[in-house]
């Protein structure tokens, strides 16, 4: 690669955006490309940002572009069949959580990637978010001895399935951000999940329109005997001042570690009708610049793609994800236990 990395963006939207902003803060890439079914949306980014050039349609961006790599910031089941493109005309690939919503999607990026050699990483950002990296660091030096079980609960306010994401019943609360949780408790055990058993409830979200899955409770059982619970529910009460409700525990033989990444009191806002917790860990701006983990993890694909260093995690780690969620999902729709096929 001469120069700056040149990425394109397939997905104008919300978090398209954000990963726009950080190519361009980012001093070795830049955003050359933008793509949006919606061309409109996605000739609006490119003004705002100063984005050269503008594709509706993926494969049209694929042939025309003299891009490196490609973003992929489509809605969570909408993944692979760009990233598959995108591998076959020798792009690399940084792919928003989760990698795909189904064995088969999780099995066709795979092999596009194994088959092209391109590289590829997925958004599983909670590994950058400072609390869980440095419990990870904890682990890795043995303070806690050897993790025996561990509690995570990552929630959404309700707003996030009702009014922010036009798509939220294609997805699921556990694509959305059981992907992240199951991740990183993945990474915390360095195993597999062998077999899950779960529960859901739903009724809440349908009732104002939005046909998907209030809330899940999972356990989890690791090879080697680790074990977890995990909630994920998109029902958190608006009102809460903090859109994500995350907590977790990891309790090793010699120790335990506790995290709440949302009630973090760096800094509460109050006005006369609104209490707030601004976010100051996942995506903010200092003088104008995008800082947060979130910006973490996209800097880390540009930086790493570079380099030559291997990413953080790997594809594995984001298929082995897909494929235990939807062992999850089959376990609360059975409510039997299931093990995970990989
Ligand atoms: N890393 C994170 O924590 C994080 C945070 C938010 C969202 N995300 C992920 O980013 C992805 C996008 O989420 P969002 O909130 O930006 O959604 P969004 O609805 O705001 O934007 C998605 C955009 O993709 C476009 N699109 C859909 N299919 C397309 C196609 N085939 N070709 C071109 N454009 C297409 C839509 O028109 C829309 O503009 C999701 O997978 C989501 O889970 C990740």
């Given amino acids: 690669m001469n120069g700056k990395l040149k990425m394109a963006i397939v997905g104008a939207g919300i978090w398209g955006e954000n990963h726009a902003r950080i190519y361009q803060a980012h001093p070795f890439a830049e955003p050359v490309a933008i793509c949006d079914q919606n061309l409109a949306k996605a000739a609006r980014l490119a003004e705002r940002l100063g984005i050269a050039e503008v594709y509706q349609d993926y494969h049209d961006m694929l042939a025309r572009s003299s891009c490196d790599a490609v973003a992929i910031v489509t809605p969570d089941f909408a993944h692979a069949d760009i990233a598959v493109a995108a591998a076959k005309a020798g792009r690399h690939l940084l792919i928003e959580k989760p990698l795909a919503t189904s064995r088969d999607d999780v099995y066709r990026i795979m092999d596009a990637v194994a088959q092209t050699g391109v590289r590829a990483m997925v958004d599983l950002h909670n590994r950058w978010n400072p609390p869980f990296n440095v419990a990870h660091q904890a682990l890795d030096r043995g303070d806690l001895g050897d993790l025996y079980s561990a509690y995570f609960r990552l929630n959404d306010i309700k707003w996030v399935a009702t009014d922010l994401l036009p798509w939220a019943a294609q997805s699921s609360i556990l694509w959305f951000l059981g992907s ?78 506790s995290i709440d990444a949302s009630n973090h009191n760096l800094i509460q806002s109050y006005t006369a009708d609104k209490v707030s917790v601004p976010d100051v860990l996942v995506q903010h701006t200092v003088f104008d610049q995008p800082k947060g983990f979130a910006f973490e993890s996209i800097r880390c694909f540009v930086d790493r793609l570079l380099d030559g260093r291997d990413f953080p995690l790997t594809l594995d780690d984001a298929a082995n994800t897909s494929l235990a969620i939807l062992a999850i999902m089959e376990s609360a729709r059975t409510r039997e236990p299931v093990d995970v096929q990989y």
Avoid at 201 to 221: C, F, I, M
Avoid at 228 to 239: D, L, R, S, V
């Fill in 180 to 257: 992240h949780s199951l991740d990183t408790l993945r990474w915390f055990f360095g195993r597999e999940v062998r077999r899950v058993y779960a529960v859901s409830r739903s009724g809440l979200l349908k009732e104002q329109g939005v046909d998907t899955v209030d809330l899940y409770q999972s356990t989890l059982e690791f090879d080697g005997g680790g074990i977890a619970q995990m909630e994920n529910g998109w029902i958190t009460p608006n009102a809460n001042p903090c859109v994500n409700d995350i907590k977790c525990t990891l309790l090793g033989t010699r120790g335990m570690i």
